[in-house]
Every structure is written in C-alpha cells, then in structure tokens.
C-alpha cells in the first residue's frame, strides 16, 4: 500500500493507493508539500518463515 501525505495551508491529507503508479500519477498533480511513504505490513507472506 502507498499513503500520499499532503500539506497544504496548515491541512494536512493523506490518501491511500494500491500501486506505485498511481500514487506517483496523483502526486504530480496535487500542491504543497507532500510525502510518498510505502506501508508494510510484517505479516505478509513474504516476511513469513516456515518452520523446520
């Protein structure tokens, strides 16, 4: 998941999108200052250990 943080005339906005791209397609067209943060979650599969 991708969060776009935005700060704009002391508001702050965050919006959440699946992929990459469309996170940095919206980011181009949006004012103030803003922020593009991947979240991961620790227990998707691929942080997962099998067990001997």
């Known amino acids: ?6 700060y704009l ?3 702050i906005s965050m ?5 990459k791209q469309e996170a940095k397609d919206q980011l181009k067209d949006m ?3 803003k922020i593009l943060s991947e979240v ?5 599969p691929c942080f997962q250990q ?3």
Not at 1 to 6: E, V
Not at 15 to 19: I, M, V, Y
Not at 40 to 44: A, L
Request: glycine share 4%; net charge negative.
């Open 31 to 33: 004012k103030g200052y």
């Open 15 to 19: 919006f959440e999108f699946n992929t």
């Open 9 to 11: 005339d002391s508001n």
């Open 50 to 52: 099998e067990l001997s």
């Open 1 to 6: 998941m991708w969060i776009i943080t935005c």
């Open 40 to 44: 991961v979650y620790f227990n998707d």
